[in-house]
């Protein structure tokens, strides 16, 4: 089992919506809660960037890209952080990722057709 692993991408079209999973299936229960997690995507030819990140805390940051459309959430008793994105936009097609610490899932294709 990976250490992170994602789901929940596919094709949608502008404005429409997607919620994308990060699962942590070999993290220890007790310690989840303790972990920042975050999110961040990848587009063909770009650079990975950064797009959202949720503390042990609860305490949740944004790109500016995404902010007012995108919320992330975690579920500590199943191992899970969550990316709800409203609104989607063409720019918004990329691989999301999920990062914790040097820990990296293997992605989920998201693509929004305009």
């Known amino acids: 089992q990976p250490q992170l692993a994602e789901s929940g991408g596919g094709s949608v079209q502008a404005g429409g919506s997607l919620r994308l999973t990060c699962a942590s299936p070999?993290?220890?229960?007790?310690?989840?809660?303790?972990?920042?997690i975050a999110w961040y995507r990848q587009a063909p030819g770009k650079e990975r960037e950064f797009v959202a990140r949720?503390?042990?805390?609860?305490?949740?940051v944004y790109a500016d890209s995404v902010q007012g459309r995108f919320t992330i959430s975690r579920d500590n008793g199943k191992k899970r952080v969550f990316l709800q994105m409203n609104n989607l936009k063409p720019e918004d097609t990329a691989v999301y990722y999920c990062?914790?610490?040097?820990?990296w899932g293997q992605g989920t294709q998201v693509t929004v057709s305009s």
């Open positions: 990062n914790r610490d040097s820990y």
């Open positions: 949720i503390t042990s805390g609860r305490t949740t």
């Open positions: 070999r993290s220890i229960l007790s310690s989840f809660s303790t972990y920042d």
